[in-house]
């Protein structure tokens, strides 16, 4: 089946989970970050849920958190198809998605639908359309709709699929948007008397004195958490393989090691001032092991349920020691 489509069957599959009753215990092994109680420290990475259709079902799988999106401002169709590709021999998936959604309002209304409980994130981009100079318009009318519905959000800045969306992750571009970011998250905690938290997504890309820039940035700016990492373009471990030669962000266990060693040099940097979420590659407990051993405080998944199924969940939630 193609890979799209085989998303879009497991999804609907997923969303028809929700409406049954809990066909397992809640999988506890809790730990606290950025001020949020999560049941463990295991949730679901932003890119299998675009829309926000199937939280529910998501959450029977044993998931401590859930994160949705990437959202925009306004519905788009992404890349022309197909544009996700599965490289079956090393476990990882090459996506040129484009960030296809319906847009933020679709979201908030699936969000309120939900009975989930626990901690949502919301990830939120920029329309493919927007120029990039033009950014903080479409992250600030992201985060002033979502705000009231998230438990913390997301500023997705480093998906490869967006064309310049990764130059916000440098210098003075990234300084101006995480000052935006803050000015108005204080003024969204002011008028609605509640705070959440900002967290920004890096690509697992950047060399070692970008990552140390970033992390300076972070801490200068006060934002509450980061999720190393996104896809990579490297195809180191996959290169001769069917479809490696696709344009595209790299996911899955080829993944693995890069975002480890990213993780390792952030939390160098950040020295515990701010919270890591690992994601990237995760494929077993010694793998998610390692990226809570190189700093990360939560971890985040997605295409090695493709790979494995949920029963790779439960496992890490049970065995992964914070």
């Given amino acids: ?20 009753p809990n066909l397992q215990p809640i999988l506890h092994n809790p730990v606290t970050v950025m001020g949020l109680s999560f049941q463990n420290p295991i949730g679901l990475a932003a890119g299998a849920d675009k829309n926000g259709e199937a939280i529910d079902g998501f959450a029977k799988l044993g998931f401590g958190f859930i994160e949705v999106g990437t959202v925009t401002p306004v519905a788009q ?25 319906l847009g933020v309002d679709v979201l908030i209304e699936n969000v309120k639908k939900s009975h989930y409980q626990g901690v949502l994130g919301i990830n939120i981009g920029k329309n493919a359309t927007t120029p990039i100079e033009r950014s903080w318009d479409d992250y600030q009318i992201c985060l002033r709709k979502v705000y009231q519905h998230a438990s913390y959000i997301t500023v997705n800045i480093s998906s490869p699929n967006t064309k310049n969306l990764r130059s916000l992750q440098y210098g003075e571009a990234l300084d101006d948007l995480l000052k935006s970011l803050k000015a108005e998250q204080r003024q969204l905690a002011d008028r609605q008397g509640v705070y959440k938290p900002l967290v920004l997504k890096i690509a697992p890309d950047l060399s070692a004195d970008e990552i ?11 934002i509450d958490g980061v999720i190393a990492g996104n896809t990579t373009l490297s195809r180191e471990g996959v290169i001769g393989l069917p479809h490696a030669e696709q344009q595209g962000g790299l996911s899955g266990k080829p993944l693995n090691t890069l975002s480890t060693h990213v993780i390792q040099q952030l939390a160098q940097e950040l020295k515990g001032k701010i919270p890591i979420i690992g994601s990237g590659g995760i494929h077993s407990v010694q793998s998610g092991q390692a990226k809570i051993d190189a700093g990360a405080s939560l971890l985040q998944l997605y295409s090695a349920m493709v790979y494995q199924g949920p029963r790779l969940i439960r496992s890490l939630a049970q065995n992964i020691q914070v």
């Fill in 1 to 20: 089946m193609d890979a799209e489509n085989a998303h879009q069957f497991s999804l609907q599959a997923l969303k028809w989970l929700g409406y049954l």
């Fill in 77 to 101: 169709d992404g890349n022309p198809r197909p544009r996700q590709f599965r490289l079956l021999e090393a476990q990882g998936i090459i996506n040129r998605n484009g960030f296809n959604n």
């Fill in 212 to 222: 140390a820039s970033v992390a300076d940035s972070l801490i200068r700016h006060q």
